[in-house]
């Protein structure tokens, strides 16, 4: 089992920047790839960003390509999202998600682990 705290969420005004955090704890050796989710009021779940745990490979949704960076601090195992130009579209809850399969990294139902969300407000 992988356990996954999110942080770093709240109120920004547009054009600000916010950086999330994702904190696995547990069987992180089993961890395959780390991405982010994002769901507004409303709508569906959607993919935003993932990184590979081993090689650190980046992957982006079209929406956020130049605008959001993904990192990691494998000796933290702790992922990151920076945020920055935020807009009011971007709004939503933020979840962190883990898989160990090897694969397409942007369909959520290939996560096993969830983390529990983090607010994210822009205000215009």
């Known amino acids: 089992q992988v356990q996954l705290v999110e942080s770093g969420g709240g109120l920004v005004q547009a054009g600000g920047s916010l950086r999330l955090s994702c904190a696995a704890s547990g069987r992180t050796s089993s961890i395959y790839a780390l991405g982010w989710f994002r769901q507004a009021p409303g709508t569906e779940r959607r993919f935003v960003a993932a990184?590979?745990?081993?090689?650190?490979?980046?992957f982006y949704a079209d929406a956020v390509k130049g605008q959001f960076t993904i990192s990691r601090d494998s000796a933290k195992n702790t992922v990151y999202l920076q945020m920055n130009s935020l807009k009011p579209e971007d709004t939503a809850v933020y979840f962190c998600a883990a898989r160990r399969s090897i694969g397409v990294v942007y369909y959520e139902a290939h996560y096993e682990w969830w983390g529990q969300g983090s607010q994210v407000t822009v205000s215009s």
């Open positions: 990184i590979t745990w081993s090689s650190g490979s980046t």
